[in-house]
């Protein structure tokens, strides 16, 4: 076990890295300074670039961060002179955890039922209903969703609140647009997994042997079937904390993925880059949870990865 996990802790290390060194190169590619502006002159905008370094080789540059980086230094923010893009980081990052959280747990609860009752359910209308509801899930962009929602039970029918996270009430339209998706792909990998391993020997042994519904549900099938739905956790951060880019914007939730757009938009390179490393740290990390969780509940599950 501890090889399995220094392997994990080891390849998550190396994806970060890949991770720095490509947002690192792709801010470097961008036109023009980030330091540049219209009531700058070339001599000041030089000192300026000096100051930070920027007038340093691109690759001395990139050791210089990395070396910073491993003290916990993202480095200061170009347009918020003087802040920290940590402080930034850890300031924005609250709104959206707390809607990831509340969308994470809707996932889980929705996603997981609706998928087991489906695999209980015998008829045939339902699961082709069903499945069509789950196809048109999994197609619709989380912004048209996020879009409609917002128009009709926020403007129209004013039913819930549209501006930020300050009340309960506040999270029920965003959290039902960022996860429609998830919920969609929760839902149907439980089903499949639910009957697959309700047609397993050992479930039907454990119903020769008399033993209760639930017991069979809770001790042999959950077990199993659970273990995709633990698999897809990782990439379901993924795409919650991505995901929350466009919500944000729309639900004027002054979260990350708010900030990020507007560090984009203001060419603030280090808060890009602090970003970026922050949410994929977040993500390899929630990766690796994931995998553990699972060679915990099938030890067979560490031979192949």
Not at 171 to 181: D, E
Request: aromatic share 10%; proline share 4%; with cysteine.
């Amino acid at each position: 076990m501890v090889k399995y996990l220094i392997k994990r802790i080891g390849i998550g290390v190396l994806t970060l890295f890949v991770l720095v060194a490509i947002t690192f190169a792709m801010t470097k590619l961008m036109p023009g300074s980030p330091l540049q502006s219209k009531n700058v002159s070339g001599e000041v905008l030089e000192k300026m670039e000096e100051k930070y370094g920027l007038n340093k080789p691109v690759i001395e540059q990139f050791f210089i961060y990395c070396k910073n980086l491993l003290h916990g230094d993202f480095g200061t923010s170009y347009k918020k002179v003087g802040t920290e893009v940590t402080d930034i980081i850890l300031s924005r990052i609250q709104p959206t955890l707390r809607l990831g959280i509340v969308t994470f747990i809707l996932t889980l609860v929705v996603g997981v039922s609706a998928g087991i009752a489906m695999a209980k359910t015998k008829s045939n209308f339902i699961r082709g209903l069903w499945l069509s509801g789950l196809t048109l899930g999994v197609s619709v962009p989380n912004f048209i969703v996020a879009l409609l929602l917002l128009i009709i039970f926020g403007v129209q029918l004013r039913w819930f609140p549209v501006l930020g996270l300050d009340t309960p009430m506040n999270y029920v339209l965003p959290a039902i647009a960022q996860g429609l998706y998830p919920i969609s792909a929760v839902a149907r990998l439980t089903q499949t997994s639910y009957e697959d391993v309700m047609r397993q020997d050992y479930v039907t042994m454990a119903k020769a042997k008399g033993l209760s519904s639930s017991a069979i549900t809770f001790r042999h099938i959950l077990k199993n079937a659970l273990l995709p739905v633990i698999t897809y956790m990782g990439p379901m951060v993924a795409f919650l904390l991505t995901g929350s880019v466009v919500i944000e914007n729309l639900y004027t939730i002054p979260g990350i993925g708010k900030e990020f757009v507007n560090a984009i938009s203001n060419h603030d390179y280090t808060l890009v880059m602090g970003i970026t490393i922050f949410i994929g740290a977040i993500i390899i990390i929630c990766n690796m949870i994931s995998d553990l969780i699972c060679s915990f509940v099938d030890p067979r599950i560490k031979n192949t990865l």
